[in-house]
């Protein structure tokens, strides 16, 4: 069975720093490409960032370009982005999501985790 677990969220002030993780199980993990994406309150859901299934290619959202550092340790099943010089306009639920394959297909999945809330306030 699928399961993604995010955990690291927090409250940071703005320019702060946080480091989140996905921990997956229940599928070959190093097989798919993994991505993630944020909800703010009332708002729909945005896709920040992706990489393929190696670590080999990686992107990201416009707003997020230059800050955010998408990484997986396959050994360890194991997503994180680092998000640096954070905005409060960063704040949302962020969701770690399963790609359909190897490479990164923006809004091709199939399974999402429960989420982690980061919170960007003075």
């Known amino acids: 069975q699928v399961q993604l677990v995010e955990s690291g969220g927090g409250l940071a002030q703005p320019g702060g720093s946080l480091r989140l993780s996905c921990a997956a199980s229940g599928f070959t993990f190093s097989n798919y490409a993994m991505s993630w994406a944020r909800q703010a309150p009332g708002k729909g859901l945005e896709w920040v960032s992706g990489i393929r299934s190696d670590g080999s290619d990686t992107y990201y959202a416009s707003s997020v370009k230059g800050r955010f550092t998408i990484s997986r340790d396959n050994g360890k099943n194991t997503l994180y982005l680092e998000m640096t010089s954070l905005k409060p306009e960063d704040t949302g639920l962020y969701l770690c999501?399963?790609?359909?394959?190897?490479?990164?297909?923006?809004?091709?999945?199939?399974?999402w985790g429960q989420g982690t809330q980061v919170t960007v306030s003075s």
């Open positions: 999501i399963k790609g359909k394959e190897a490479t990164i297909r923006r809004w091709e999945y199939d399974y």
